[in-house]
Protein backbone atom coordinates (compact mmCIF):
# COMPACT_ATOMS: atom_id res chain seq x y z
CA UNK A 1 0.00 0.00 0.00
CA UNK A 2 1.32 3.50 -1.08
CA UNK A 3 0.57 6.19 1.67
CA UNK A 4 1.42 9.99 0.14
CA UNK A 5 2.34 12.29 2.86
CA UNK A 6 2.16 16.28 2.15
CA UNK A 7 3.69 19.09 3.98
CA UNK A 8 4.20 22.77 3.48
CA UNK A 9 0.86 24.89 3.39
CA UNK A 10 -0.28 27.86 4.89
CA UNK A 11 -1.36 31.38 4.76
CA UNK A 12 1.16 33.91 2.29
CA UNK A 13 0.84 37.00 1.30
CA UNK A 14 0.11 38.13 -2.56
CA UNK A 15 3.90 38.09 -3.80
CA UNK A 16 5.21 35.42 -1.50
CA UNK A 17 6.56 31.65 -1.60
CA UNK A 18 5.35 28.63 -0.12
CA UNK A 19 7.12 25.58 -0.87
CA UNK A 20 5.00 21.92 -0.39
CA UNK A 21 6.37 18.33 -0.02
CA UNK A 22 5.04 15.09 -0.48
CA UNK A 23 7.01 11.67 0.64
CA UNK A 24 5.94 8.71 -0.44
CA UNK A 25 6.26 5.25 1.26
CA UNK A 26 5.14 1.91 0.24
CA UNK A 27 6.29 -0.21 -2.84
CA UNK A 28 6.19 2.55 -5.79
CA UNK A 29 6.87 1.27 -9.45
CA UNK A 30 9.35 2.80 -11.06
CA UNK A 31 9.00 5.14 -13.69
CA UNK A 32 6.07 6.49 -12.59
CA UNK A 33 4.67 10.53 -12.52
CA UNK A 34 4.89 12.52 -9.13
CA UNK A 35 2.94 15.55 -9.07
CA UNK A 36 0.91 18.20 -8.16
CA UNK A 37 -3.04 18.83 -8.03
CA UNK A 38 -5.42 21.21 -6.97
CA UNK A 39 -8.76 21.89 -6.19
CA UNK A 40 -10.56 25.42 -4.98
CA UNK A 41 -14.17 26.01 -3.93
CA UNK A 42 -16.43 25.08 -6.58
CA UNK A 43 -14.09 24.30 -9.11
CA UNK A 44 -12.59 20.68 -10.27
CA UNK A 45 -9.45 19.29 -9.53
CA UNK A 46 -6.67 20.48 -11.40
CA UNK A 47 -3.01 19.52 -12.36
CA UNK A 48 -0.32 21.93 -11.41
CA UNK A 49 2.17 20.20 -12.38
CA UNK A 50 3.79 17.01 -12.28
CA UNK A 51 7.71 14.94 -13.30
CA UNK A 52 8.42 11.73 -14.55
CA UNK A 53 10.80 9.56 -12.83
CA UNK A 54 13.02 10.50 -15.98
CA UNK A 55 12.94 13.99 -15.28
CA UNK A 56 10.66 15.12 -17.68
CA UNK A 57 7.96 17.67 -16.44
CA UNK A 58 4.59 19.16 -17.34
CA UNK A 59 2.90 22.36 -15.81
CA UNK A 60 -0.28 24.02 -16.27
CA UNK A 61 -0.39 27.46 -17.73
CA UNK A 62 -1.02 29.27 -15.01
CA UNK A 63 1.84 28.56 -13.44
CA UNK A 64 4.65 28.59 -15.71
CA UNK A 65 7.15 30.57 -14.56
CA UNK A 66 6.22 30.70 -10.65
CA UNK A 67 6.41 27.55 -9.74
CA UNK A 68 9.16 24.65 -10.08
CA UNK A 69 8.54 20.85 -9.66
CA UNK A 70 11.50 18.52 -8.26
CA UNK A 71 11.69 15.57 -6.76
CA UNK A 72 14.48 12.94 -4.96
CA UNK A 73 13.75 9.96 -6.57
CA UNK A 74 15.97 8.01 -3.65
CA UNK A 75 13.55 9.15 -1.34
CA UNK A 76 10.50 8.83 -3.20
CA UNK A 77 9.58 13.18 -2.58
CA UNK A 78 8.21 15.48 -4.59
CA UNK A 79 8.63 18.87 -4.07
CA UNK A 80 6.60 22.02 -5.28
CA UNK A 81 8.35 25.45 -4.82
CA UNK A 82 5.92 28.33 -5.22
CA UNK A 83 6.95 31.92 -6.01
CA UNK A 84 5.52 34.79 -6.86
CA UNK A 85 1.59 33.61 -5.40
CA UNK A 86 -1.14 35.03 -6.26
CA UNK A 87 -4.97 34.54 -4.34
CA UNK A 88 -6.17 32.76 -7.31
CA UNK A 89 -3.33 29.82 -5.98
CA UNK A 90 -5.73 29.76 -2.89
CA UNK A 91 -6.53 26.07 -3.29
CA UNK A 92 -6.16 22.05 -1.36
CA UNK A 93 -3.24 21.38 -2.95
CA UNK A 94 -3.16 16.98 -3.67
CA UNK A 95 0.24 14.79 -3.97
CA UNK A 96 -0.50 12.40 -7.06
CA UNK A 97 1.47 9.32 -7.81
CA UNK A 98 0.71 7.25 -10.17
CA UNK A 99 2.53 4.42 -12.68
CA UNK A 100 1.59 1.15 -15.08
CA UNK A 101 3.43 -2.28 -14.08
CA UNK A 102 1.01 -5.12 -14.47
CA UNK A 103 -2.18 -2.31 -14.06
CA UNK A 104 -2.63 1.12 -13.54
CA UNK A 105 -2.42 2.19 -9.63
CA UNK A 106 -3.15 6.09 -9.04
CA UNK A 107 -2.48 7.49 -5.34
CA UNK A 108 -3.64 10.74 -3.69
CA UNK A 109 -2.73 12.70 -0.59
CA UNK A 110 -4.82 13.96 1.97
CA UNK A 111 -4.57 17.43 0.58
CA UNK A 112 -2.81 20.39 2.18
CA UNK A 113 -4.37 23.63 1.96
CA UNK A 114 -2.73 27.10 0.50
CA UNK A 115 -4.41 30.26 1.06
CA UNK A 116 -3.18 33.09 -0.44
CA UNK A 117 -4.32 36.45 1.06
CA UNK A 118 -3.73 39.79 1.94
Known amino acids: QVQLVESGGGLVQPGGSLRLSCAAS????????MGWYRQAPGKQRELVAN???????NYAESVKGRFTISRDNAKNTVYLQMNSLKPEDTAVYYC????????????WGQGTQVTVSS
Open 51 to 57: MHSGGLT
Open 26 to 33: GSIYSPNH
Open 96 to 107: NVYYYSTEYRNY
